[in-house]
């Protein structure tokens, strides 16, 4: 049972923490912070952050209440999910900025926004759709409330880390090659296609009786 536990509590960790991506972040959070001082750059860091915790913490939670509104079946948003995340992957794997988190229109009007912690930092650049499917689809991956724990804590620790690579943003920009960075994003996007590939799989598992019947 503890084996099992912390097998989940590795994907929930490793799903979320890619999928957020905050390394990816760093150069969009950069533009969008250029006339902050570093005590405001600091304070708009914890901001996005805790944006970040809170909307994925309330999609984790209220995941049920809104499958029940709309009447979509678990598998079925298995599925979409993880066609999500593969097409987030695929992205990754080319070292290429997501469109599915923010488009360079959103970009733009970001960096010409007053208040950038909340959208677009927040919303949708760290908790975007990718971000917001992952966290609903791993809480219904098992039924007993013990599994929903890794997951709570998978957002809480992704959101800490962000909030300390943010804030670290300019020195980590300043020591870290492009070249690295790269790299180190198409290693998250090959992990994370691997994810969307079990969703998939698990939400065909559940359609596969509705569909035929059996």
Known sequence: MISAHLSFALVALSAVFFVVDPLAAIPIFLAVTANESPAQRAHTALRAAATCFLTLLVFALAGGVI?????????????????LLFSMALEMMRAQPSRTKQTPEEEKEGIEKEDVAIIPIGIPLLSGPGAIATVMVLMTRHREWSYALPVVAAIFVT??????????????????????????????????????????????KEVGPLVTGH
């Open 67 to 83: 499958f029940r509104f709309f009447g979509i079946s678990l598998g079925a948003f298995k599925i979409a999910g993880g066609i």
């Open 159 to 204: 959101s800490v880390v962000t909030y300390f690579l943010l804030r670290a943003a300019v020195g980590l920009q300043r020591r870290l090659s492009r070249t690295f960075m790269n790299v180190m994003i198409r290693v998250m996007g090959l992990i994370l296609a691997a994810i969307a590939v079990e969703f998939v799989v698990a939400g065909l």
